[in-house]
């Protein structure tokens, strides 16, 4: 018999490796790359099959795409792969932050008046993946949140109220911010609105958070990791809110 032995090495070797993989999961979780991913286990398992059964031709289409396999994957899984450096390099993994009660009370208040008003908002939570890009195009404002300066924002005919406001360390530090829309193919089949989309857009390019008031509706949602919670009422949006701003995976 093989005489096996682990060392100290080979114990911090494979921790790394189940961490590797552990964020991976956190970050596919609840995404349209769980489907994908699905997608490429069907195909290693019919390529296994088509070897079983001597289906020569469909077992040569299939060992030259798995050949390709981490291209593949690249392709992909790009905009995730993106967004895990991008909070990694921001130290993300290591870090919890705290929301202030007041900092909560003037958003969730403000958003309740917007909501009662029909007034349309979309107000961005920036966490640990910069927004610089977002922020450049819009309108500088760098201010205190309150619920009164956001209520003016998004009211009609404001020069800024079509745009989103960018709060960052707890400060509004942009308004009128122009942000990417989701392309996400189930969009059209629940008919959203342009701010929804935007809503969805950033949060599957980075790890924001949006909180969105339909104009049409008076609904408010919240938006994260490509996914959108709506229909919040005062007590199930601040209890949202201060979960993801706080939490640090």
Avoid at 95 to 104: G, I, N
Avoid at 119 to 140: C, T, Y
Wanted: a neutral charge; proline letters at 1%.
């Amino acid at each position: 018999m093989m005489d096996l032995q682990i060392g100290l090495r080979d114990v911090i070797d494979i921790g790394l490796v189940t961490f590797v993989f552990y964020r991976a999961i956190l970050l596919v979780k609840g995404t349209r790359a769980v489907s994908v991913i699905y997608g490429l286990l069907l195909v290693i398992v019919v390529y296994y099959l088509s070897e079983e059964f001597g289906l020569f031709a469909l077992n040569w289409l299939l060992t030259n795409f798995l050949a390709s396999l981490f291209l593949v994957i690249i392709i992909f899984f790009q905009a995730d792969i993106r967004k895990a450096l991008s909070q990694l390099g921001a130290g993300s993994l290591w870090r919890r932050r705290k929301v202030s009660d007041q900092l909560l009370n003037e958003i969730v208040l403000a958003a309740l008046s917007m909501a009662k008003s029909r007034i349309g908002a979309l107000i961005v939570f920036e966490r640990s993946i910069p927004l610089g890009e977002v922020i450049a195009r819009g309108v500088e404002i760098k201010a205190g949140v309150s619920r009164e300066l956001l209520v003016t924002i998004f009211s009609r005919n404001t020069p800024l109220h079509d745009g989103a406001v960018i709060i960052r360390e707890g400060r509004i530090e942009a308004a009128g911010c122009i942000l990417p829309l989701s392309s996400g193919v189930d969009i059209s089949s629940v008919k959203l609105g342009t701010r929804h989309r935007a809503a969805l857009g950033i949060s599957e390019e980075t790890d924001a958070v949006t909180l969105v008031v339909s104009e049409e509706r008076g609904v408010i949602s919240l938006a994260q990791g490509g996914k959108l919670a709506e229909n919040l009422d005062e007590g199930r949006l601040r209890e949202l809110l201060r979960h993801v701003l706080e939490r640090h995976e």
